[in-house]
């Protein structure tokens, strides 16, 4: 069955850095686009980040932008979020999850996502 | 683009509740929904504006036309008490609703 692990998270200062991890299993990683996606305390859902299913296109939320790089790698079946920079504001479960659509396609949904990692930043 | 949802909708055992996501031209893109308990991760209900997921309840059903997509629940059930996000694809990143808090009285 499908499965997706995140792990990497923790309490930081901000300015701080953090790596998420994502771990795959149960279907073929490496055909699919996968997405980061996070929830903070007490608030909806905020998209992150996208990638395509060979990393060769990457998206970002504006709120995130030029702080955190998405990346994957197939031989691990791991999806990442390095961040940098972090902000108090980026306190928030993060999720990973799974879009059966092509990067350039227009559906784009999430049909299976991770039981989330939670980050706080915090002085 | 934004998406815009009611904070929340009160619905009474067996009757049917209708959530809605507006924004400009809505109809034209691709829209789903997700239920999300708390501690749990979400859950996709609805995509491609009707189409429902392998193991989702029929009386989970989602439309789309205009500037409004709707999620609505028939014969709601206390089980179906959870927040509810649209989501929506907007020139190469995703754009989610603030949620619908459903209330099953």
């Known amino acids: 069955q499908v499965q997706l692990v995140e792990s990497g998270g923790g309490v930081v200062q901000p300015g701080m850095s953090l790596r998420l991890s994502c771990a795959a299993s149960?279907?073929?990683?490496?055909?699919?686009?996968m997405h980061w996606v996070r929830q903070a305390p007490g608030k909806g859902l905020e998209w992150v980040a996208v990638?395509?299913?060979?990393?060769?296109?990457?998206d970002y939320a504006d709120s995130v932008k030029g702080r955190f790089t998405i990346s994957r790698d197939k031989s691990k079946n791991t999806l990442f979020l390095q961040m940098i920079s972090l902000r108090t504001e980026d306190t928030a479960l993060y999720y990973c999850?799974?879009?059966?659509?092509?990067?350039?396609?227009?559906?784009?949904?999430?049909?299976?996502w991770g039981q989330g990692t939670l980050v706080t930043v915090s002085s | 683009s934004e998406l815009t949802q009611a904070p929340s909708v009160s619905v009474s055992p067996g009757q049917t509740a209708s959530i809605t996501c507006s924004a400009d031209?809505?109809?034209?893109?691709?829209t789903c929904w997700y239920q999300h308990k708390p501690g749990q991760s979400p859950v996709l209900v609805i995509y491609?504006?009707?189409q429902r997921p392998s193991g989702i309840p029929e009386r989970f059903s989602g439309s789309n036309s205009g500037n409004t997509a709707t999620l609505t629940i028939s014969g709601t059930q206390a089980m179906d008490e959870a927040d509810y996000y649209c989501?929506?694809?907007?020139?190469?990143?995703?754009?989610f609703g603030a949620g619908t808090k459903v209330t099953v009285l």
């Open positions: 999850a799974r879009d059966p659509d092509s990067y350039s396609g227009s559906l784009h949904y999430l049909d299976y």
């Open positions: 149960g279907f073929s990683f490496g055909s699919y686009t």
């Open positions: 990638i395509s299913y060979d990393g060769s296109n990457k």
């Open positions: 031209k809505l109809g034209d893109k691709n």
């Open positions: 491609q504006n009707s």
């Open positions: 989501q929506a694809w907007d020139t190469s990143t995703a754009v």
